[in-house]
């Protein structure tokens, strides 16, 4: 599988938001926020125009077989550095190994040196791959930073 990673167009809306949705529903975050399709369509639509929002989606096939987003944003701590931070990076199953999740990884990166990001974030969900994203993570230079916690407001 050759898979082709590119900048996500408008015109990538329902395939996007369909694979959003499968890796909402494989990510632990499921069990306590609901997916919203139509509110998740609408910040696509939103990001899409946002010089500061980086969406990427890898095709093979005409398919799209994986999806990654970034934010590049002032850090609170010293507003006159940006950080670019990923916020999603999903594929298929299928796709996982062919070498389209590398190509997307790369995309983030080098969108975070054209951004001028002194610094860039990435994530590992808490589930059964968080032991291979780390050394992946860690071969690529990066060190642990946090953990992230959630808990349902009620």
């Known amino acids: 599988m050759m898979a082709l990673v590119r900048k996500a167009t408008i015109e990538d809306l329902p395939q996007y938001v369909m694979l959003a949705q499968e890796f909402h529903a494989a990510s632990p975050m499921h069990g306590s926020i609901a997916f919203d399709p139509e509110g998740y369509a609408n910040f696509f639509t939103g990001a899409v125009q946002n010089p500061d929002i980086g969406l990427w989606l890898a095709e093979s096939d005409s398919k799209v077989v ?73 071969r690529a230079g990066f060190k642990p930073l946090e953990r992230t916690f959630i808990k349902e407001v009620m």
């Not at 701590?77 to 999903?90: K, Y």
């Not at 995309?107 to 990001?117: G, M, R, S, Y």
């Open 66 to 138: 994986g999806i990654t987003g970034a934010i590049n944003y002032p850090l609170y701590f010293s507003p006159s550095s940006n950080v670019v931070q990923e916020l999603w990076w999903w594929l298929t199953p299928d796709a996982r190994g062919t070498g389209a999740g590398a190509k997307m990884f790369d995309c983030i990166k080098v969108w975070a040196k054209e951004k001028n990001a002194s610094a860039m974030f990435m994530i590992a969900l808490e589930d059964d791959r968080a032991g291979k994203m780390e050394k992946l993570y860690r």
